[in-house]
Every structure is written in structure tokens, then in C-alpha cells.
């Protein structure tokens, strides 16, 4: 990564890191601040993500003629009862690059 620099742990493996001003030296090691995002296509459900502060961004989902966000909007059973009364399959996008740059921004 441009920027980064190796550290030395008591571990086999070595890291290197897109901001060094993000490692505190304590005891011969370095803490690091790792933040976990995906797209709602991962299913982890609220409470799982935020038992292990998952940032999880929500894949767009078109039924019926609306746009609905995946697991903000619309869960699951949401999906069934829309895919009944319309009569139509969902059709789903990947969140959008802003999306995922403004998950990516505010995890920081």
C-alpha cells in the first residue's frame, strides 16, 4: 500500500498499512484499527454486525416499480409479500461506488 510501512510483531506474518499515524506503539507492539465492510449480500443480520462492528452497506432491490435498500427498507419476508402481490422476481444492484466511499469514510 503507498504509504505504508512494516511493523514487527510476535506473530509469522507482517502488515503493512495505508496510514502509519494509525499505529500507537504500547509494549514492542503496535494496536491497529481494522474496520469490516460489506454489501448486504454478506446476511449477517443487525445484531450479528453490530456484535463486531460490521459496517454493512445495502445492495438496491427493485420490485413493483420502487427501489427499496436492502435490509433498511425491505427485509426478507418484505421480498415474499412484494414478489406475491406484483407478481414480479426482485432485481438487485450492488451498492454504488459513492456508497461504498461514504461506508468507507465514515469507518475511519
Not at 494496536?31 to 459496517?55: F, K, P, W, Y
Request: hydrophobic letters at 40%; charged letters at 25%; proline letters at 5%.
Amino acid at each position: 500500500m503507498a504509504g505504508g510501512r512494516p511493523f514487527a510483531t510476535n506473530q509469522s506474518w507482517n502488515c503493512r498499512i495505508a496510514s502509519p499515524a494509525a499505529m500507537t506503539a504500547r509494549e514492542g507492539s503496535y494496536d491497529i484499527m481494522v474496520n469490516i465492510i460489506t454489501d448486504s449480500t454478506a446476511d449477517l443480520g443487525e445484531q450479528l454486525a453490530r456484535e463486531h462492528q460490521v459496517h454493512v452497506v445495502p445492495l438496491s432491490v427493485y420490485i413493483g416499480g420502487k427501489t427499496y435498500r436492502d435490509g433498511v427498507d425491505l427485509g426478507a419476508e418484505d421480498v415474499f409479500r412484494l414478489v406475491e402481490e406484483t407478481g414480479e422476481l426482485p432485481k438487485t444492484s450492488a451498492p454504488t461506488i459513492a456508497e461504498f466511499k461514504e461506508a468507507f469514510e465514515s469507518a475511519e
